[in-house]
């Protein structure tokens, strides 16, 4: 079946520098690619998305890469700063049928130390 | 706040039990999706309902059931619960069935004891 492979499971960088987190997805009618962000004790929220139509992707510190013939996908996060502290999740869904299943990521839990 | 609202927030229960879990989705969506997310695990996909209508489904088990009602308010329902049924639920909503952002509440937490 469908599944989405994240690495690391956990990621901790100092203030300032720069956290990648990378994801590899099985299914290859998968054209949607979000990732989310979830803080400690609180519900999962969108900060990015990439479709397969386009390669890269940034909104200001972070941005997010898709090599479909590889079937990777990664997000990077540059000067990173305390508030960044969170699990980050990516997803792989097939956008345009009469159905949505987006899959998940097993996370990605960042520390940045001030 | 996402604008999708669960209850109960919390809810403690003992092996094999039934609960029900509630959702309302955001104004105007149609489209509600449950997830599992166990401790330090990801978001396990259960079920995707559109306007009433089953459109996914996942690794759900036998025991669980959902629905949607012509309110567009949907129940997740956990029968003959066990320890490992423990976990973080989320419902999420979308305005489409079949793409964009889900829109995710708080979550309603089952301890199985």
């Known amino acids: 079946g469908e599944n989405v492979e994240q690495h690391p499971s956990t990621l901790s960088v100092q203030e300032g520098d720069s956290a990648v987190i990378k994801c590899t997805y099985s299914?290859?009618?998968?054209?949607?690619f979000p990732w989310y962000k979830q803080e400690l004790g609180k519900r999962p929220q969108l900060i990015i998305d990439?479709?397969?139509?386009?390669g890269e992707k940034k909104d200001q510190r972070i941005a997010v890469t898709l090599n479909k013939t590889a079937k990777h996908f990664s997000l990077h996060i540059t000067e990173t700063q305390p508030e960044d502290s969170a699990v980050y999740f990516c997803?792989?869904?097939?956008?345009?049928?009469?159905?949505?299943?987006?899959?998940f990521g097993s996370g990605t839990r960042l520390l940045v130390r001030p | 706040d996402s604008g999708v609202t669960q209850t109960p927030k919390h809810l403690i229960t003992a092996t094999g039990q039934r609960v029900t879990l509630r959702c309302s989705p955001r104004?105007?969506?149609?489209?509600v999706y449950w997830y599992q997310q166990s401790l330090d695990q990801g978001l396990q996909f259960l079920i995707q309902?559109?306007?009433?209508?089953?459109?996914a489904k996942g690794n759900i088990l036998e025991r669980f059931s959902a629905q949607q009602f012509p309110d567009l308010h949907s129940e997740l329902n956990l029968s003959s619960l066990e320890l490992g049924d423990s976990a973080l639920y989320f419902c999420?909503?979308?305005?489409?069935?079949?793409?964009?952002?889900?829109?995710f509440g708080e979550g309603s937490r089952l301890t199985v004891l």
């Open positions: 999420a909503s979308s305005g489409s069935p079949a793409g964009g952002e889900l829109f």
């Open positions: 299914d290859s009618a998968s054209n949607y």
């Open positions: 990439i479709r397969s139509n386009v």
């Open positions: 997803a792989a869904g097939p956008e345009g049928d009469s159905s949505y299943k987006l899959i």
């Open positions: 104004s105007g969506d149609l489209s």
């Open positions: 309902y559109y306007n009433g209508e089953e459109r």
